[in-house]
Structure formats: C-alpha cells, structure tokens
C-alpha cells in the first residue's frame, strides 16, 4: 500500500467531480455554437436553456436531497412574477431583477420547506402541489398586481443597458440565459461535492444513519430545498425577462409535471441529466408539434412510455458511455 | 472526572402494555469495557434506542459525563460525543467509504454546513479519513462505492463511521452479526484496536465475543436488569444460565 500518497488519493478522490471532462466542455461549447449557428432557432435554444434550468433545480430536490415535488412551479411562477413586478416597478435592469427574484423565490423555499420535513414522499407530493395551487390562485385574484387572468407584460431593458434581450436580441437573449445558466451550474457543482453537498446526499441515501452521525437532518434539507427554489426563481425570471410575458400559467401543474419528466428523462442525480432531458422533451416537442400539429401529444407520450419500458435508462447515461467510448478509441489510435 | 461516562437512572419504555424498558440503571465507567446480553426480545435495541434518543423515555433518564441529556435529539447526542453502530448495516450505498468518512468527520468539526469549498480541500479531516481507512483496512477500497463492498468490509466501515464521531461513548450494536467465520478476524482486531479510553458499551449474541471482549456484562430479561458483573460471575450465575445461556446451548 503507498502509504506516503493515501492522503492525496483521498483528496484527489473526492475532488475528482471538480475536474472538467472533456465530455463537459463539449457539451458547453457546442450549446454556444448553436446559438450562433441557429440564429432562426434562437427562441428555442433558450426555451431549452431556460427549461435545463428549472430542471437543475429539481434535481437539487429531487436527484440529490431526495425530496419528492410536484409542485416546484411554486418558485418557477414566484420568479416569473417577481421578475414582471420589478420590472413594471421601473427597475430597469435584468440582472437586478433576477436576482431579487430569485432571492424572493429562495426565500419562499425556505419558508414552505419546515412543510416537508415530516411524512412520507406522498405527504411531500401533497404539499409541494398544494402549495403550488395555492400560489397560483393568489396571483389570479391578486389582478392589482400580477394583472390577473391578463398577465403582466415587460419589455425587459438591455442586460448592463449594453445588450437588448427582447425581439429583437433573440440570440442575446438565449446568450444572457446561457450565461446565468452555466454560472449557477458551476456553482451546483460546487455544492454538491462540498461537505454540504455529502450531508444532503448522505441523508438521501440513508437519514437514520446521517442523523447518528450528528447531521442535523431539518437544517439541511431546508437548506437545499432553499437553494433549489432560488434557482426554480431565476429560471422564471428569465422566463419572464427574455419572452417579455407572464401569465397565470407559470404556476400550472403541467409546468411542475413537465419538469419531472425531463429531469427523469435526463437522469436525476448527476446535474446535467436536467439539461439533456430539457433538450431532448421540447426538441421533441417542437419537431412533432410542427409535424403533427393535431395529435402531437400522442407523439410525446409514446417515446415517454417506450423510454421507460425498454430502456430503463437515461439518455444521459447512454451519451456518457458512448462518449467514454469515442474517447476510449480515440486515445487507442492515438497511442 | 468522578462522574460515570455513560448512565442511566430508571430507565423504562412502554408501548402499550409492553414493557419494553423497565427500570434500568446502569453506570458505565470511562473506558469500560462493558457487554449487555440478554435472550430475544429482551429490550437490547429499544434500550440502545433509547440511549441514542431514537426513542423516548417513558420514565427515567440518560446521562453522558454526569449530565442529563435525556431531551436532547439524536444527532444532538452524537455531537456530545454518544456513537452508535447499528446491527443492521446503516450505510450509504452510493457513496464511497472515503466520502461517507470525510462527512462523519466533517461533521464533527462542524464544517457540514460549508457549502462553497470540495470536501476534499479539508486537509484535517482528509488526514484523519486517510488514517481511519487505512486502521480498518478500507483503503484500497475507498473509491468503490459502499454497496458493492464485501459484507465484511461494509461492517469495517460501520465500525470505522462511529469512531470517525470521536465518541466518548460508543454502542455496538452487534457488530459480528452476519460477518461470515472467515472474515471475522478483522472484526475482533477492529474491536481490540478500539482506543483504550472509549467506553464501550457492546450489545451481542455471541457468546464467545462478548467473554472475550468484556470486561463486565450485565444481563437484560424482558426488559429487566437480571444481574451485572464480571464475566467469570455471569457465566457462573445459575439464574442467568437458566434464562440465557442455557437457551442459546453455550457453556
């Protein structure tokens, strides 16, 4: 046994999530490549990124504390609204609202997190949905404010008063959406393999066990829960900030059912299975929606279904192995 | 320190008419050795469980170093230096044994919370899991995860998650059980190697552990204290060799 470098094997184990893989800055690079390549495609780029997005932060909840949510359209909707309100109010520049929104939006996980502490993933499927209804209703009849069944309309300013996110900057919209994105995916990579990061895992994979070791279950997960929602927040806020509207809709179920598939399509636990689920569920939505414009939510739902039957595997879990693969055979031929 | 490491006073727990606990003081010295058997559903688990704070109380109380910590939650006990294994492995399956370690220790020291820095950057607690992993033989294991270890290493690093608390105080809730005859060395010379100034409190079935291990055994029947005392006197004990050791056949 090398005795002399066991610490530094120890180290370098646990940091080895902190190397960036070739795999990874591909997969960054090609989605600014696209944004480049397919200025026509731009809305959806960013429909996509913003989708990834809300998907990263269930999968904060769902993939790595193991909180079961149907309803984390609560903190989607609060950030949209909050990032319309605070627009209307005449605070012109969008990094500030999308920051204040998603604080706001963070703030309410927190608050609605003690709800999910107790009971069973059934209880926590309840309140998570309750309390997205709830939200929902209170915007529809807030008129005053949220403008109701109406909706509110923004027209977002240049981000740093340089760049124009509205119509006509499409492509520095999904580039602006790209940025906060990638900057709150760095920051979950940190998180997750921090001590904080092993705790909330830790208390996933076995609470009883966590607890006698002295993690105290309760701060944590409100914690996380938190955290998840500020970036559900500022994924609304973009919402709101680069397609210049939020309606009532933002709270609907559909939007918290939407993501869990997308996160489940992607593989929960491992951060990007968000992003390629979110990629792969409205890729597939739009090129069938196009082609069949009648009966295309039959179209989504049979590759869900044979997804799950055959495979039982994420796609992320495909690319990653055939990636491993081509990388594999390209280090063969270059030896 | 004049006050016992562990103790309880009146100890006793009812579910329903069962009396699970039923008036059990017992007074652990620092660095004891002691064994508490006893035949099936004789109260082991609900006392541990009661020492640990997984249950409550009916009546009674718990104290570590003289004070009264019988209100306090489990995770709070742990920090005042209260360990436990568990009889049934409690592990995290998809974490590695160096990352389970790095978070027993981390919490510990109180860094749990941070949420900015890789656990890995944590020098002190990446030495100290280095050396634990190296007393229980887990290191060429580390990085695997800890479903797909052996039964008998997975029980090494039960053991090896309570000491990385640094308890005061450990309970070991039959750590031979299931380990298969050929693995079980490494569980007797864990236990040895234990450090001399934990107090050890072992809950068994096997006989031939518990005489070999401890020091003082106290005997629980339906929930009751029988008797304590040396292991030379328990086995000698006609009473108990009639509720226990004659059932379970060891002479």
Known sequence: MSAIAAPDRVAAHLNRGGRWRPFEIAFWLAIVALIFALPSRALLINEILLAGLFALSLDLVLGYAGIVSLGQ?????????AAGIIATLGVAEPLIGLVL?????GLLGLITAPLLLRGSDLTRLMVTLGVALLLGELANRNEWITGGADGLSLAAKPVLGLFPIDFTGQRNASLYSLAVLFALFVAARRLVQSPFGLSVRALKENPLRANALGVSAARRLIAIYGIAAAYAGASGALVAQTTGLVSLDVFDFHRSADVMLMLIIGGPGYLYGGLIGAAF???LKDGVASATPEYWEFWIGLP???LVLVGRERIGGFIARWARRAALLAMRGAA | MNAPALETRGLSRRFG?????????LKLERGARHALIGPNGAGKTTLVNLLTGTLRPSAGAVLLDGEDVTGLASHARVRRGLARTFQINQLFGNLTPAESLCLAIGERLGHGG????SAGQDKAVVLEATELLERFGLT???DQKTRRLAYGKQRLLEIALALACRPRVLLLDEPAAG??????ADILAALAALPADVTILLIEHDMDLVFRFARRISVLVAGRLLMEGEPKQVAADPQVRAVYLGESGHD
């Open chain 1, 304 to 306: 869900l279904v044979v």
């Open chain 1, 73 to 81: 359209a609560a903190f989607f909707g609060t950030g949209a609204y």
């Open chain 2, 17 to 25: 008419g069962l009396i699970a606990s039923d008036n059990v003081s």
């Open chain 1, 281 to 283: 569920f409205i890729a």
């Open chain 1, 101 to 105: 929104a998603s604080v706001i939006a």
């Open chain 2, 140 to 142: 060429d294991a580390m």
């Open chain 2, 179 to 184: 380990v298969p005859e050929n693995e079980r």
């Open chain 2, 114 to 117: 941070r949420a900015l820095v």
